[in-house]
């Protein structure tokens, strides 16, 4: 066992959070998969974590689609067994329900849930025979303290969450260890799209925004630490809302 590189694949990862995980991960691994839908930005990365001798491998795949599910899915078969996987693509529209297109809200669907789900099912095949590794399931704040204008968002990220509870249940007698980052507001590209034409970063106040180092950072401590949550809210202000959030839920009638 000890002499089966070390392999990550990290979703995303041309940009933001997922590039941030490749960069810390590289001193924890030997080999690489960067996966995201745009490749010259992957390029770049790969050319910086090379120069840290890790072995990069990038594969262009759009996870909202089959094809692209199922080009990352052979990858896994081909090149595992995984050490570390992080499903972290992910995307949002805003605006009311009722006025976004169909299309928008089904890719969504099937970025967060099917791809989530089909990688996470692969990977667990090399996991289970090497008796460990570690799954990164990115999910959102929005999860726990869902917002009006984001729903479809809210529902697949909440679906993250209670996927990654269960399946932990069933594989860690495994040696095999789930976490489901909820990360609140990060000065990433996230909000730089179309989508987020009307949304002013200003509204929100500085305390409710990380940088991505330091999400990525308290994620991967938290991930080696036994006595950590699974469900982990990174920044003391977000895990104060969270917890706020889930009360109102609990305590509150319907329309409240």
Known sequence: MTDIPRKALVTGASSGLGAEFCRQLADKCDEMILSARRPEP???????????????????????????????????????????????????TIGPFMKQQPASQEAMVSLHIN???????????????????????????????????????????????????????????????????????IRTGFHRTAYFADFDPASIPDEFWMEAEDVVSESLAALGNPSAPLVYVPGEGNRAMAERAIKKQLNEGFGS
């Not at 090379?50 to 896994?76: F, H, N, P, W, Y």
């Not at 303290?145 to 479809?152: E, K, N, R």
């Open 42 to 92: 992957l390029q770049q990365l790969a050319s910086e974590l090379e120069q840290r001798g890790l072995k990069i491998r990038i594969v262009e795949a759009d996870l909202s689609s089959t094809i692209g599910i199922a080009r990352l899915v052979e990858t896994i078969r081909q090149q595992g067994p995984l050490r570390y996987l992080v499903n972290n693509a992910g995307f949002t």
């Open 115 to 185: 791809a989530t789900m089909q990688l996470s099912l692969t990977a667990l095949g090399g996991m289970k025979q090497q008796q460990r590794g570690d799954i990164i399931n990115v999910s959102s704040l929005a999860a726990l303290a869902p917002l009006g204008g984001i729903a479809a968002y809210c529902g697949t990220k909440a679906f993250i969450n209670n996927f990654s509870i269960a399946l932990q249940q069933e594989v860690q007698a495994m040696g095999i260890r789930i976490q489901c980052l909820c990360p609140g507001y």
